[in-house]
């Protein structure tokens, strides 16, 4: 429990770039680093919270908690994880009330993201030679890819890709791909009563408003924008655009969960008591959803079938990463200074085997050196 306490710890303080970066840096911490569990384990993880709503890098965060030590290791891992980031945005929000504005973080994170890029993509290498196990899967993957780059729903892809690779392996595999396709609707109920029953003010309607977002929210950031626009802006009247953007874009520039968005706004709306409800709220349906799926995923990898499907969720959720990596190669390696450091960090990362937290270290120093005299 020590160990996993401050391995997420660790994590949720350092792990900058988003849920592909927070993915890449637990693969190599808990595979590569510590051999807690497979590789193939660890994709069958990662890609059951792709299935399920909310914050794929904190579920499975979760998920390696509930498989080092039980349920209270589940508790703890998530927890470790959430906690570094949502203190690090209180603490923007404080700055953000008092002084009216965001820290700059321009030239921090100029030299962070080539870092990034270079960690998720040695991790997606890794991961796909362990998820492409033949052919058919490697043509899934890529149709995967295809599918989301042209615009199609990252849910409507994974389920695709799991009942194919279910149907292939045996057409009687009905009930298998039909499983953790099910629980989004189990989400959209809960959160649906959530929102009905938000009758009462103050804090109660802050904490049932993020306990909704948390409970129905697939994707991305962006996705997450979109959510928060129409509850806290549109309906509720909490925040202007700006703040909004202000709070999306404290979740962004820390390490660890985009979803600390929540403690922003909280802080926002209602001060550290609302930092404090709203984090919970948005958090509380992850440990709800791990707890409920983590116990199937050895007894579906059992079944052939089941098995299966879990395979080609695997090969569309790489997809997905891959995509991501890309876009994040395109926002950061813009001139020779930043495809030197991703460069360097890959050549790191590859032949000297060094922690992708030194390099991620040296990146930020070397981002505030050349914004600073360069």
């Keep these: 429990m020590r160990e996993l306490v401050l391995l997420f710890l660790r994590l949720g303080a350092t792990a900058f770039g988003g849920p592909a970066a927070h993915v890449a840096m637990m693969e190599e911490e808990v595979v590569r680093r510590r051999r807690w569990i497979s590789r193939e384990e660890f994709l069958d993880l990662l890609g059951a919270t792709n299935l399920i709503p909310g914050p794929n890098s904190t579920e499975l965060a979760i998920h390696i908690g509930h498989r080092r030590a039980g349920w ?17 945005v209180l603490g923007l929000a404080w700055a953000y009330v008092r002084f009216g504005a965001l820290p700059e973080a321009e030239a921090f994170l100029y030299g ?3 870092v990034v890029v270079a960690v998720v993509a040695q991790a997606l290498w890794k991961l796909g030679r362990a998820a492409v196990k033949d052919v058919f899967l490697g043509i899934l993957g890529a149709l ?7 615009g199609v729903h990252e849910l409507v892809v ?24 099910a629980m989004p609707a189990a989400a959209a109920a809960l959160g649906t009563g959530a929102g009905a029953a938000a ?3 103050g804090l109660g309607l802050l904490f049932l408003t993020f306990l909704k977002i948390g409970s129905v929210l697939f994707g991305s950031g962006y996705v997450l924008l979109a959510f928060l626009r129409a509850d806290l802006v549109a309906r509720l009247h909490w925040l202007s ?12 520039i820390t390490p660890g969960p985009v979803f600390t968005t929540a403690t922003f706004v909280g802080y926002l709306v209602a001060g550290p008591a609302g930092a404090g409800i709203a984090t919970l709220g948005i958090f509380l349906p992850a440990f709800v959803f791990v707890a409920a799926s983590g116990p199937l995923v050895p007894r579906l990898r059992r079944s052939p079938t089941a098995g299966a499907f879990l395979d080609g969720v695997n090969v569309a959720s790489l997809a997905l990463m891959a995509l991501v990596t ?8 813009v001139d020779v200074p930043t495809l030197s450091i991703a460069a360097a960090s ?6 000297l085997r060094i922690s992708s937290i030194w390099l991620l270290a040296g990146g930020a120093a070397l981002g505030l050196v050349l914004r600073t005299f360069g």
């Design 72 to 88: 209270p290791g589940l508790v703890a891992a998530g927890v470790s994880f959430i906690l570094p980031a949502a203190l690090l």
């Design 112 to 114: 962070v993201k080539p």
């Design 144 to 150: 995967a890819l295809a599918g989301v780059a042209l």
């Design 158 to 181: 994974l389920a695709a890709a799991g009942a194919l690779a279910a149907v292939r392996k045996r057409g009687a595999g009905r009930s298998a791909t039909l499983l953790f396709p």
């Design 199 to 201: 009758a009462s003010a």
């Design 241 to 252: 655009e700006a703040q909004l953007l202000d709070a999306v874009a404290a979740g962004q």
């Design 326 to 333: 890309a876009q994040l190669g395109r926002a950061a390696l």
């Design 346 to 351: 890959a050549a790191a990362l590859i032949f």
